[in-house]
């Protein structure tokens, strides 16, 4: 299907969320508001143990955004608090993004695919004593299994366990290939929801916002 097929038959059909605001409970730690966007949690859970394997990926989270060139003290993992409070929705300026936990079993409606932007390191396979950090940007597909607030070293972080999707890119078309492993992420990596739909032989596509696909679309016409 044509990048602008796509997007005409999520929007048509009501895959693309449209936003809304609420005066409901809300939460939003010290931290999670600047110039572009107020980060807020609605929907409130109880509070949680952590699984075995939830543990070991939240504690490596906190391992590589707390490391100072490659180095991170474990002994403060020691003692962190292996429970978490649960939320289903997370609010960002005017967008609400959802969690797989908070979906209705039949809902037509996806909202907690999105794409996120992290950082990565791209000399990360080259030793810390060798080379210097080179940091870029990189988008992410996910989808959002529920969210949390977490103590950690004296403050509450705000943060979501994902699901992360193997993507490939054809003629700026984003092709979900599968999944690939989960983790957690502090919500301020969320960029935008994403809608989910059929394309030609079985194959599904991710749909981003417009502005970031006719972007994608361009890129792609300029590579030919």
Not at 97 to 126: G, M, S
Not at 139 to 155: A, D, L, T
Request: glycine share 6%.
């Amino acid at each position: 299907m044509h990048q602008h097929q796509l997007v005409n038959f999520a929007c048509k059909f009501g895959m693309v969320p449209v936003s809304k605001r609420s005066d409901e409970e809300s939460f939003t730690a010290e931290g999670y508001t600047n110039e572009w966007a107020v980060y807020s949690f609605l929907s409130k859970k109880g509070r949680r143990a952590l699984t075995p394997t939830q543990l070991m990926h939240l504690q490596r989270h906190y391992k590589t955004i707390f490391a100072v060139d490659g180095v991170f003290d474990d002994r403060k993992l020691v003692e962190m608090d292996k429970y978490i409070q649960i939320w289903h929705r997370c609010r960002v300026g005017r967008e609400e993004f959802h969690c797989r936990e908070y979906e209705q079993p039949k809902a037509t409606r996806l909202n907690h695919l999105a794409c996120i932007t992290e950082w990565i390191d791209l000399n990360a396979r080259v030793s810390y004593q060798k080379r210097p950090e080179k940091m870029a940007s990189q988008p992410e597909y996910v989808y959002i299994q529920f969210y949390g607030v977490h103590q950690f070293e004296g403050r509450a972080r705000m943060v979501m366990y994902s699901e992360y999707r193997k993507v490939e890119i054809h003629n700026g078309l984003v092709e979900d290939m599968g999944s690939r492993f989960y983790g957690f992420q502090d919500v301020q990596v969320l960029d935008h929801l994403c809608a989910r739909v059929p394309g030609a032989g079985n194959k599904i596509y991710f749909v981003d916002d417009r502005i970031t696909m006719e972007g994608r679309l361009r890129h792609a016409l300029r590579a030919r």
